[in-house]
């Protein structure tokens, strides 16, 4: 049972953190100076939304969340913004990149300790026992 709480511990804290992430990001959203920034940022959006589909869906079918991770969306978000920075808009753009590395990082986290529950009620049933019984490792 302690391992069960400590998980929905990590769960609560990796969802609080993209919470507070993507409040901050949008926040900067309407100061983003171009289209080509808001193009990415959107796009990351769009992957961030699916990322989080996709552990959603896991969850209501019992099965472990994909293993793809968001950090390569972030990336290409963050190649866009360190090319478009200049003096005037450093502040906003930089916001911005710290704002969806926080929110990927909470939301691969977030995935990582969901599939590694998964793995361990999985041993738990391959090694005849109850499943449930994982949960108190």
């Known amino acids: 049972i302690c391992t069960l709480v400590a998980r929905g511990e990590d769960v609560f804290a990796h969802a609080n953190r993209f919470i507070r992430a993507s409040m901050a990001l949008e926040a900067t959203f309407d100061d983003a100076p171009s289209p080509v920034e808001r193009?990415?940022?959107?796009?990351?959006?769009?992957?961030?939304?699916?990322?989080?589909?996709?552990?959603?869906?896991?969850?209501?079918?019992?099965?472990?969340?994909?293993?793809?991770?968001?950090?390569?969306?972030?990336?290409?978000?963050?190649?866009?913004?360190?090319?478009?920075?200049?003096?005037?808009?450093?502040?906003?753009?930089?916001?911005?990149?710290?704002?969806?590395?926080?929110?990927?990082?909470?939301?691969?986290?977030?995935?990582?300790v969901l599939r590694q529950r998964r793995v361990a009620r999985a041993d738990a049933t391959a090694d005849g026992g109850d499943p449930g019984a994982a949960s108190s490792r």
């Open 39 to 112: 193009d990415a940022l959107v796009a990351f959006g769009r992957r961030a939304d699916a990322h989080l589909a996709a552990i959603a869906a896991s969850l209501r079918h019992g099965s472990a969340p994909p293993t793809e991770r968001l950090r390569g969306a972030e990336r290409v978000l963050a190649e866009k913004l360190d090319a478009a920075r200049t003096a005037e808009n450093a502040d906003v753009l930089n916001a911005v990149a710290d704002a969806s590395d926080r929110m990927t990082d909470s939301i691969d986290t977030l995935a990582y």
